[in-house]
């Protein structure tokens, strides 16, 4: 085969694969191209669908006692939800001592709710509710629409029955501290200078103390006075005849009796005890 020819197929085989190459990143590049758009659209939606409003409808304590059960409808998105409507079947009544029926009342639509804005109503009283013959079970949904003009919805069912069997601790809080605060509020209106007003009484307390003090230690010694002169005047009384009977009577002669009852103040010579003595018994 001559040279050109040779080089004439290599050149033309060169160009082929380099045309098949072309041809297959291009197709590639369509594809990512394709895939791209595809993912951007889909991150888009779901960005649109996570910046939806949530609104939902459903019953809890109310804040100011947990006898107490309130119905709220409460918008738990990113962005404001508008035209809220709610539809539950049978609609809610209230519990009552005058006999059961009172429809709770609800807006036919709530034009807004912002993000983490709700709407509250109070339901019912859970002692009265729990003898009440009403049904517990309300079953509906909550419509509303989002971004865009989306209309949206979200399932309701509300169960009081869940209540009913219910404990719990009470805690006291702002409102029971506000209502401390009303109570005491309406005792200092009835303040004056009547009888039933308020009464001051002042004092010295250092003075008092002193004086406290002072009586309690006039006392103590007083008492202890007194006690002293009974053991003064229980010593006097006793005489040494009766003392000498009593010893002699119980055969028991101490010493120490005997020069209690004749102490000897001084103490001579033996010659000055015998005359002392015989002077005695001279006289």
Same mark, same amino acid.
Do not use: C
């Given at each position: 085969?001559?040279?050109?020819?040779?080089?004439?197929?290599?050149?033309?085989?060169?160009?082929? +694969?380099?045309?098949?190459?072309?041809?297959?990143?291009?197709? /590639? @590049?369509?594809?990512?191209?394709?895939?791209?758009? %595809?993912?951007?659209?889909?991150?888009?939606?779901?960005?649109?669908?996570?910046? $939806?409003? /949530?609104?939902?409808?459903?019953?809890?304590?109310?804040?100011?006692?947990?006898?107490?059960?309130?119905?709220?409808?409460? *918008?738990?998105?990113?962005?404001?939800?508008? *035209?809220?409507?709610?539809?539950?079947?049978?609609?809610?009544?209230?519990?009552?001592?005058?006999?059961?029926? !009172?429809?709770?009342?609800?807006?036919?639509? +709530?034009?807004?709710?912002?993000?983490?804005?709700?709407?509250?109503?109070?339901?019912?009283?859970?002692?009265?509710? $729990?003898?009440?013959?009403?049904?517990? %079970?309300?079953?509906?949904?909550?419509?509303?629409?989002?971004? *865009?003009?989306?209309?949206?919805?979200?399932?309701?069912? +509300?169960? &009081?029955?869940? /209540?009913?069997?219910?404990?719990?601790?009470?805690?006291?809080?702002?409102?029971?501290?506000?209502?401390?605060?009303?109570?005491?509020?309406?005792?200092?209106?009835?303040?004056?200078?009547?009888?039933?007003?308020?009464?001051?009484?002042?004092?010295?307390?250092? @003075?008092?103390?002193?004086?406290?003090?002072?009586?309690?230690?006039?006392?103590?010694?007083?008492?202890?006075?007194?006690?002293?002169? %009974?053991?003064?005047?229980? !010593?006097?009384? !006793?005489?040494?005849?009766?003392?000498? &009977?009593?010893?002699?009577?119980?055969?028991?002669?101490?010493?120490?009796?005997?020069?209690?009852?004749?102490?000897?103040?001084?103490?001579?010579? !033996?010659?000055? *005890?015998?005359?002392?003595?015989?002077?005695?018994? $001279?006289?």
């Amino acid at each position: 085969m001559p040279a050109d020819s040779i080089t004439d197929w290599i050149s033309s085989v060169s160009t082929a +694969l380099t045309a098949l190459v072309a041809i297959f990143a291009l197709f /590639y @590049a369509g594809r990512q191209v394709k895939e791209a758009r %595809k993912s951007r659209e889909l991150t888009r939606e779901l960005e649109v669908e996570r910046s $939806q409003p /949530y609104v939902v409808a459903f019953t809890e304590p109310s804040e100011a006692t947990n006898l107490a059960i309130d119905l709220v409808i409460k *918008n738990f998105g990113l962005t404001a939800a508008r *035209n809220v409507r709610i539809s539950l079947d049978p609609w809610p009544r209230r519990s009552g001592r005058d006999g059961d029926g !009172a429809t709770v009342g609800v807006p036919g639509v +709530l034009s807004i709710l912002a993000p983490g804005q709700e709407w509250r109503t109070s339901w019912d009283w859970g002692p009265e509710r $729990q003898d009440s013959s009403l049904p517990d %079970k309300h079953v509906g949904e909550v419509t509303f629409e989002g971004l *865009n003009g989306a209309r949206l919805s979200s399932p309701v069912i +509300l169960d &009081l029955g869940i /209540y009913k069997p219910r404990e719990w601790i009470e805690v006291r809080g702002m409102h029971d501290a506000a209502q401390a605060l009303r109570d005491i509020r309406g005792m200092m209106k009835k303040w004056s200078e009547s009888p039933n007003g308020l009464s001051v009484f002042t004092r010295d307390g250092d @003075a008092k103390d002193e004086e406290l003090r002072r009586k309690a230690e006039a006392w103590r010694a007083a008492h202890k006075r007194r006690e002293m002169d %009974k053991q003064v005047d229980g !010593a006097a009384d !006793a005489s040494p005849d009766e003392g000498t &009977l009593s010893d002699s009577a119980t055969g028991k002669t101490s010493g120490a009796d005997a020069i209690t009852k004749h102490p000897v103040e001084d103490h001579g010579t !033996a010659e000055e *005890n015998d005359d002392e003595g015989t002077s005695s018994g $001279q006289e």
